[in-house]
C-alpha cells in the first residue's frame, strides 16, 4: 500500500530571508517561504535516494515540486514506506557557488493517525484477552453467461480485514468452441483506479478449465476484480466463471 505524505499545516520549504537584529543585538533571519522549489525524497534508514513517486493525480514522478506558496503538495510514496526524507534537488546546484545546505528532513505519512488507530485497536482486543485481526477467508465469483466478450468484472472484493491477505487460488472455467479467452485478476488502487494484473489463466479448445495459485499480495483497502480479454474477437466462447479465493 502507498501512504500519503504532505499537505498538512507544516509542510512548507522555508529559507532564511533577510538578516535582521533581535535581542542583545543578535543575529536573525526572517523566515522565507520558496515557490517551486524541487525536493528529492531518500530512504529514511539508507539515505539512498527514491524516485518511484506518484502525485495526487496517481502520475508517476521522481521528485516533488512546491506549489506557488512553498507549500509541498501531497503525494504518496513507494509502497509500505510511512516515513522519507525530503531536500533540495541536488543537481539545481552548478557546484561554483559555496557549498550547498543538503540537509535532508523527516516526512512522516499523514496516514500516521488511521495507521496508529489500527494498532491501538489490535493491542486492546490483545489486552482484554481476545486475539488479534486474522484474514478469513473471502471467494470472488463472477460468471458471463452465453457469448463471451472482453469485458471487466464490474464487482469488486475490497480488502477490509485491517491486514494483508493474499490472492491464494485463481480457478477458471468455459466453454469454448473456436479460439482462446485469458482470464485475468486485477488489484485495484482505489485512489488512483491503477489496476495491476496478478494472475492470469489462458483456456482453448483443449484446455476449457485450470487452477493456477498465484500467491499474491492484496495489501489492506485494496480492491480485487476480473477481466477477461478474447484472443480474436471471433473466438467462439461461452459461460465463463471466474472463481478467486483470497484468505
Same mark, same amino acid.
Given at each position: 500500500?502507498?501512504?500519503?505524505?504532505?499537505?498538512?499545516?507544516?509542510?512548507?520549504?522555508?529559507?532564511?530571508?533577510?538578516?535582521?537584529?533581535?535581542?542583545?543585538?543578535?543575529?536573525?533571519?526572517?523566515?522565507?517561504?520558496?515557490?517551486?522549489?524541487?525536493?528529492?525524497?531518500?530512504?529514511?534508514?539508507?539515505?539512498?535516494?527514491?524516485?518511484?513517486?506518484?502525485?495526487?493525480?496517481?502520475?508517476?514522478?521522481?521528485?516533488?515540486?512546491?506549489?506557488?506558496? +512553498?507549500?509541498?503538495?501531497?503525494?504518496?510514496?513507494?509502497?509500505? @514506506?510511512?516515513?522519507?526524507?525530503?531536500?533540495?534537488?541536488?543537481?539545481?546546484?552548478?557546484?561554483?557557488?559555496?557549498?550547498?545546505?543538503?540537509?535532508?528532513?523527516?516526512?512522516?505519512?499523514?496516514?500516521?493517525?488511521?495507521?496508529?488507530?489500527?494498532?491501538?485497536?489490535?493491542?486492546?482486543?490483545?489486552?482484554?484477552?481476545?486475539?488479534?485481526?486474522?484474514?478469513?477467508?473471502?471467494?470472488?465469483?463472477?460468471?458471463?453467461?452465453?457469448? *463471451?466478450?472482453?469485458?471487466?468484472?464490474?464487482?469488486?472484493?475490497?480488502?477490509?480485514? +485491517?491486514?494483508?491477505?493474499?490472492?491464494?487460488?485463481?480457478?477458471?472455467?468455459?466453454?469454448?468452441?473456436?479460439?482462446?479467452?485469458?482470464?485475468?485478476?486485477?488489484?485495484?488502487?482505489?485512489?488512483?483506479?491503477?489496476?495491476?494484473?496478478? @494472475?492470469?489463466? *489462458?483456456?482453448?479448445?483443449?484446455?476449457?478449465?485450470?487452477?493456477?495459485?498465484? @500467491?499474491?499480495?492484496?495489501?489492506?483497502?485494496? +480492491?480485487?476484480?476480473?477481466?477477461?480479454?478474447?484472443?480474436?474477437?471471433?473466438?467462439?466462447? @461461452?459461460?465463463?466463471?471466474?472463481?478467486?479465493?483470497?484468505?
Amino acid at each position: 500500500m502507498r501512504y500519503w505524505f504532505g499537505d498538512s499545516p507544516t509542510d512548507f520549504v522555508v529559507g532564511p530571508g533577510e538578516q535582521y537584529t533581535w535581542a542583545d543585538e543578535q543575529l536573525g533571519y526572517n523566515a522565507v517561504l520558496i515557490p517551486g522549489a524541487r525536493l528529492w525524497a531518500y530512504d529514511y534508514t539508507t539515505g539512498t535516494r527514491i524516485t518511484d513517486l506518484l502525485d495526487h493525480t496517481g502520475a508517476a514522478v521522481t521528485e516533488i515540486t512546491a506549489t506557488s506558496y +512553498g507549500r509541498i503538495p501531497r503525494f504518496r510514496g513507494p509502497d509500505e @514506506a510511512k516515513t522519507l526524507l525530503l531536500g533540495q534537488a541536488e543537481d539545481t546546484f552548478d557546484g561554483v557557488d559555496d557549498p550547498p545546505d543538503l540537509n535532508k528532513w523527516v516526512l512522516t505519512s499523514i496516514d500516521w493517525p488511521s495507521i496508529v488507530a489500527g494498532v491501538e485497536a489490535r493491542v486492546t482486543t490483545l489486552e482484554q484477552g481476545g486475539t488479534e485481526v486474522v484474514a478469513t477467508a473471502h471467494p470472488l465469483v463472477w460468471t458471463m453467461a452465453g457469448a *463471451v466478450e472482453d469485458a471487466t468484472s464490474p464487482h469488486r472484493y475490497v480488502n477490509l480485514e +485491517g491486514t494483508g491477505q493474499t490472492i491464494e487460488t485463481v480457478r477458471a472455467e468455459a466453454t469454448i468452441t473456436t479460439g482462446s479467452v485469458t482470464v485475468q485478476v486485477l488489484t485495484v488502487d482505489l485512489d488512483t483506479q491503477a489496476t495491476t494484473v496478478v @494472475a492470469a489463466v *489462458v483456456l482453448d479448445t483443449t484446455t476449457q478449465a485450470a487452477t493456477v495459485t498465484p @500467491a499474491a499480495a492484496v495489501s489492506d483497502g485494496t +480492491g480485487v476484480t476480473t477481466q477477461v480479454t478474447l484472443s480474436d474477437p471471433a473466438d467462439d466462447v @461461452a459461460d465463463v466463471t471466474v472463481q478467486v479465493m483470497i484468505r
